[in-house]
């Protein structure tokens, strides 16, 4: 099926559809990916019609009504009542309970956020390579005349720096000096 024959097919159609593809253990991400056509879409169109998706009968049912789930699943939280308008064998959750009903509405919405840890976690593996800055000593920013300035450094910062200055021997020590002064007093103003 195409996107646009889902589209335009009636509404009780495409809710059968979903359903019969559902009960034979696809995933509804699975299913829009073969149609073509976002979760997110087949939610909205599904909610303006009063269905929702029901994660214990793995079914769209329409909403305000009871999941009957067969008597042999009856551990879920010891909330299951007996359905009297149904037979013995199926049970129904109270609606009573906001823990459930909070648990329920996060595990509607499961295969969204599934596809949504998926992509932050394909985006968080991309790794942006950063060139760093090419080394230019802008002459024209140094004015007046040298002076001499004795300052303490720590050991590790003087180790560092003569290293980084015969790396950079192209420049002499004092423009390469007063450059990173430079730069600091402007990124730290």
Known sequence: MDKE??????IKNSIKYMNDLLNDNKSITSICKSIGIATS???DHFKRVNYKYDTITKQYIQSGTQAIIPKDNTSINNKIIR??????SEVAITKDDNLIKEVRELLDMKDQLKELIQEYNRSKNIIDVIEPAELKVDKTRFKGELKGRLIKVYDNVNNDWIAFCKVNSEYKMQD???MALLDFIKNYK
């Open 176 to 178: 390469l000096y007063s």
């Open 5 to 10: 024959t889902f589209k335009n097919m009636p």
């Open 83 to 88: 359905n009297n308008n149904k037979s013995k």
């Open 41 to 43: 879409t087949v939610y």
